[in-house]
């Protein structure tokens, strides 16, 4: 995991290593100061030497602004080297995501993706300037001030051991505590943006069924589990300020009560004195650091596994040594294929044997949960077959290069999706150089010209985000037009003209049908009347191939297609002269 996030750090190792060093430099001139401090009391005041007080009062002001410069350094460097490895690491989420496979993108839900984008990210942000900032210095700071107070005077510099020792021990019982609790909120956060993805994404829905009250109590709910962890660990984490505050003030009274002993005694300068008081403030400020440090790398290490999770995903499918770059033709043929989900799973496709023709349309018509999707992914090669082989154009798709497979295969998904931006950039998904008249041509053929000719801005209008201000039967045609810009082998309509009426349906298939003709057409749909004057129709049933053949056949030879064509038409005079019963 360490090495995985580790190599996000990339150009910013430069700024990563100097970091620590300011950060030490800058400690390393405070430690100096309680050290001159007591010359001026002991040399300069005590022995009344005045040029003694300006010379080290000059070297004091000099030290601190060495001090103050460091620490400026160290900030600038420590934001540019936690920022940009933040900025690798959002990068390098969002490239690795793009190539995950259906399969991978199913191991997480999208709010999840969300949060470790952004809220993890943050945290790793956090957490990596810490480290470079305050993890250098709380410890040289705690180390080299003990070293001094020993220098000084080992007896009374005992006691800060004492106090340390002490304090070590009271947040070794905290922070496991609250450190559990701080693991929990990142899964809380998956539940709250989930709340707030839903809802904004289906506001209308929302404002149409009168939930607002219920989707608010939700994210009450959601918001409050949030609340409720982080207080359970800001409970434990504050009881450090009380107990840090009391161990230095017991430290304080007592070397001060100690030290005016040895002061009187002859065994302690009035000087020394003050610089132990002052590298007491320093070392047991420093322990607090050091906690808060285990605290913010404990929440941190939450988000790093969750970061390291979709860094280290590979995607599922992969291009072969050799890849295959040109489609020969929309010919499709399944050789004994099964496929399940997952490894261990039930297959949702059992024993498929089909051959189809380059250029024919081909129906699939079934039952919800027959599998047709299940099908047609994976002519794409957007999943792989778990047993037998499935070529494209005479070759197995495991054969080809991914890009240019899926190039020469357009798949109108039942989920459609718009994307902020123009009619026209959104059509240019299908082919980002296609022209102007390209894509009127392309929306001609969808049936969606008629409707864009009689927008404001026409092709240039804007849809917004998700396509919402565009009805479904609109968002359907734009995105069969999006398609049809890639020129491709096979065209898929997974269930894509639901949303239209039956005549403008029936328009996109003639016009298919007249105008690439050698393109291999397969329509999923629910209605019979899309499929019927297919060359051929697939009946699914089950995950299995229950029938294929042409309308007429499957309505002799199909129980499953005749009850469908049955129910939506009410039979016919002709079924009947037929002897179909």
């Not at 007591?38 to 003694?52: L, T």
């Not at 840090?244 to 065994?267: D, E, H, N, R």
Request: hydrophobic share 45%; charged share 20%; aromatic share 8%.
């Amino acid at each position: 995991m360490l090495k995985v996030l580790g190599a996000q750090i990339k150009e910013f190792k430069k700024d990563s290593i100097l970091t620590p060093v300011f950060m030490i430099l800058e400690v390393i001139m405070e430690m100096v100061i309680p050290m001159l401090m007591a010359s001026i009391i002991d040399d300069g005041v005590n022995a009344g030497n005045m040029n003694h007080i300006y010379m080290v009062g000059v070297q004091m002001i000099v030290i601190a602004l060495i001090g103050l410069w460091a620490g400026l350094m160290g900030a600038k460097y420590g934001a540019r080297a936690s920022t940009g490895f933040a900025r690798n690491l959002r990068k390098a989420m969002f490239e690795n995501i793009q190539t995950y496979s259906f399969s991978n993108i199913d191991k997480y839900s999208t709010s999840s993706l969300i949060t470790r984008l952004t809220t993890d990210v943050t945290n790793m942000q956090n957490s990596y300037q810490m480290i470079l900032r305050m993890a250098m210095r709380a410890p040289a700071s705690m180390i080299i001030a003990m070293i001094m107070a020993f220098t000084i005077n080992a007896r009374l510099a005992s006691i800060y051991l004492v106090a340390v020792v002490f304090l070590a021990v009271c947040l070794s019982l905290i922070i496991p505590r609250a450190t559990k609790h701080f693991r929990q909120v990142f899964e809380k956060y998956d539940e709250l943006n989930s709340s707030v993805q839903e809802n904004v994404s289906a506001i209308r829905v929302v404002k149409a069924y009168v939930r607002e009250d219920y989707e608010t109590d939700k994210f009450k709910k959601a918001n409050s589990n949030i609340y409720n962890m982080f207080l359970k660990a800001e409970k434990l984490v504050v009881i450090n300020m009380p107990l840090m505050q009391a161990t230095v003030y017991t430290c304080i009274l007592i070397i001060s009560w100690f030290g005016a002993k040895m002061i009187v005694a002859g065994g302690l300068t009035t000087g020394e004195m003050m610089s132990l008081l002052a590298y007491c403030m320093n070392i047991l400020m420093s322990l607090m650091m050091v906690s808060m440090i285990f605290v913010m790398l404990t929440m941190s290490y939450a988000s790093a596994k969750r970061i390291a999770e979709v860094l280290m995903e590979k995607s599922d499918l992969e291009n072969p040594e050799k890849p295959v770059t040109e489609v020969k033709d929309g010919s499709i043929s399944f050789n004994n294929v099964s496929f399940a989900y997952h490894k261990e799973g039930k297959p949702v496709l059992k024993n498929i044997n089909l051959e189809i023709k380059s250029g024919e349309t081909i129906g699939i018509i079934g039952g919800t949960g027959s599998a047709k999707s299940s099908l047609v992914n994976l002519i794409s090669r957007l999943y792989d077959v778990t047993q037998g082989q499935l070529l494209v154009g005479g070759i197995d798709v495991r054969k080809y290069d991914m890009e240019a497979l899926r190039n020469q295969v357009s798949v109108v998904l039942q989920k459609n999706v718009l994307f902020s931006g123009t009619i026209l950039e959104n059509l240019r998904w299908g082919d980002k150089n296609a022209s102007e008249e390209e894509c009127m041509r392309a929306c001609q053929l969808a049936c969606a010209d008629e409707f864009i000719q009689k927008m404001p801005d026409k092709y240039n209008t804007r849809i917004e985000q998700g396509g919402t201000n565009v009805s479904g039967g609109q968002k359907q045609r734009l995105c069969i037009a999006r398609a049809l810009l890639k020129k491709p082998k096979i065209l898929i309509l997974d269930d894509s003209t639901s949303a239209v009426d039956t005549a403008t349906d029936a328009k996109i298939r003639k016009a298919f049908a007249e105008e690439i003709p050698d393109t291999t057409k397969l329509i999923i749909a629910q209605r019979i009347s899309s499929v019927q004057n297919a060359d051929r129709i697939i009946v699914m049933d089950n995950g299995e191939v229950s029938a294929f053949g042409t309308h007429d056949e499957l309505l002799e030879s199909s129980p499953i297609y005749r009850e469908v064509y049955e129910s939506q038409t009410g039979g016919n005079a002709d079924f009947d002269e037929n002897g179909g019963d």
